[in-house]
């Protein structure tokens, strides 16, 4: 049987060096955010189908930065006026990176 000795200080440089050996990958934590579907929105296309309307949404928030999964609706058309700020009754919900929180909030979503 071998016994292996560590002195202290390579004891804890081992202790300081390990964690830092996970390649510099971070994992991604994503937030779920929403907003509002408008019949004429200003950030994307509406498409003519929602899968369209999902990959309009999802190419804008990569064009702008945002890391994100999940892009999907949630709810069901309730169309009440025509004009272009009329909302849908249905809300685009996202995942998105934490670390792009600040860019959605620009594009118009908000933390669930």
Avoid at 1 to 15: D, E, T
Avoid at 75 to 85: D, L, N, V
Wanted: proline share 3%; glycine share 8%; charged share 20%.
């Amino acid at each position: 049987m071998y016994k292996i000795i560590l002195s202290k200080p390579i004891f804890l440089l081992l202790l300081i060096l390990l964690p830092l050996s996970s390649c510099g990958r971070r994992q991604t934590r994503y937030v779920l955010m929403t907003t509002a579907e408008v019949l004429c929105p200003d950030q994307w296309r509406q498409g003519s189908t929602d899968e369209q309307t999902i990959r309009n949404i999802s190419d804008t928030l990569s064009q702008n930065g945002i890391g994100h999964i999940n892009t999907r609706f949630d709810g069901q058309s309730q169309t009440t006026c025509q004009a272009c700020g009329c909302t849908t009754g249905r809300r685009i919900l996202v995942e998105v990176d934490e670390d792009d929180i600040g860019r959605a909030l620009i594009l118009g979503f908000q933390r669930v």
